[in-house]
């Protein structure tokens, strides 16, 4: 892609990363502008009205031009390569995996890890400590559909790797920091080690 493009993110955040993971993975040059979640960065005045009046990020700038929504982002990057399949019914098929990834799995898992990692459970209010086992039981409830998906395939949609499988590794990754345990799911710690030894793929923390 000639057009300049620029993430704007929090590092600390999953979902930022896939968008970044998505660009490695494809060879795509990102620039890259930081912002602080934790310290209201994006939801200043200048952000909502030059970024996204929705104050939250990722946002991948195109141009002059800005994407807000992960999926959204990563589909933009990905679009006429072969992380989005040919076939008609296996592109559908990821995009139901990347619809369960909002839905099922960054509700519960993600928000558990920025409870309990960045917030910590005694500043939680009340109605969010009370939440916890609700989202611990729906978070274990998503890593189990899809360890048993995974049990008899390498990725999560056809033979090779899709967006499916990189808007899903982020959050699942680093689950145990919501107090989810991977060792109990053999076939996710597979897939895992299988994500980063693709080439170019890049850490969360790089």
């Given at each position: 892609?000639?057009?300049?493009?620029v993430l704007h993110e929090d590092v600390r955040?999953?979902?930022?990363?896939?968008i970044r993971l998505t660009a490695a993975l494809l060879g795509t040059r990102l620039e890259r502008r930081g912002y602080d979640i934790l310290k209201g960065d994006?939801?200043?005045?200048?952000?909502?009205?030059?970024?996204?009046?929705?104050?939250?990020?990722?946002?991948?700038?195109v141009g002059t031009r800005f994407l807000p929504e992960s999926n959204a982002a990563c589909w933009y990057l990905a679009?006429?390569?072969?992380?989005?399949?040919?076939?008609?019914?296996?592109?559908?098929?990821?995009?139901r995996w990347m619809f369960f990834e909002q839905y099922n799995h960054e509700p519960n898992i993600a928000t558990l890890r920025f409870w309990l990692l960045y917030l910590g459970e005694a500043n939680l209010s009340a109605t969010?400590?009370?939440?916890?086992?609700?989202?611990?039981?729906a978070g274990e409830e998503a890593l189990r559909?899809?360890?048993?998906?995974?049990?008899?395939?390498?990725?999560?949609?056809?033979?090779?790797?899709?967006?499916?499988?990189?808007?899903?590794y982020?959050?699942?990754?680093?689950?145990?920091?919501g107090g989810f345990r991977l060792q109990d799911y053999p076939a996710i710690c597979r897939w895992l080690?299988?994500?980063?030894?693709?080439?170019?793929y890049v850490a969360m923390s790089a």
């Amino acid at each position: 892609m000639s057009t300049r493009l620029v993430l704007h993110e929090d590092v600390r955040s999953g979902n930022c990363y896939k968008i970044r993971l998505t660009a490695a993975l494809l060879g795509t040059r990102l620039e890259r502008r930081g912002y602080d979640i934790l310290k209201g960065d994006t939801r200043s005045p200048d952000f909502l009205a030059q970024v996204n009046a929705n104050g939250r990020i990722p946002v991948l700038q195109v141009g002059t031009r800005f994407l807000p929504e992960s999926n959204a982002a990563c589909w933009y990057l990905a679009e006429g390569s072969a992380l989005i399949p040919e076939d008609a019914f296996q592109r559908a098929d990821m995009l139901r995996w990347m619809f369960f990834e909002q839905y099922n799995h960054e509700p519960n898992i993600a928000t558990l890890r920025f409870w309990l990692l960045y917030l910590g459970e005694a500043n939680l209010s009340a109605t969010q400590r009370g939440q916890i086992p609700v989202k611990r039981a729906a978070g274990e409830e998503a890593l189990r559909v899809m360890n048993e998906h995974l049990a008899a395939r390498d990725w999560f949609v056809g033979d090779s790797v899709s967006l499916a499988d990189l808007v899903l590794y982020p959050y699942t990754h680093v689950c145990e920091a919501g107090g989810f345990r991977l060792q109990d799911y053999p076939a996710i710690c597979r897939w895992l080690d299988r994500i980063a030894a693709l080439p170019g793929y890049v850490a969360m923390s790089a």
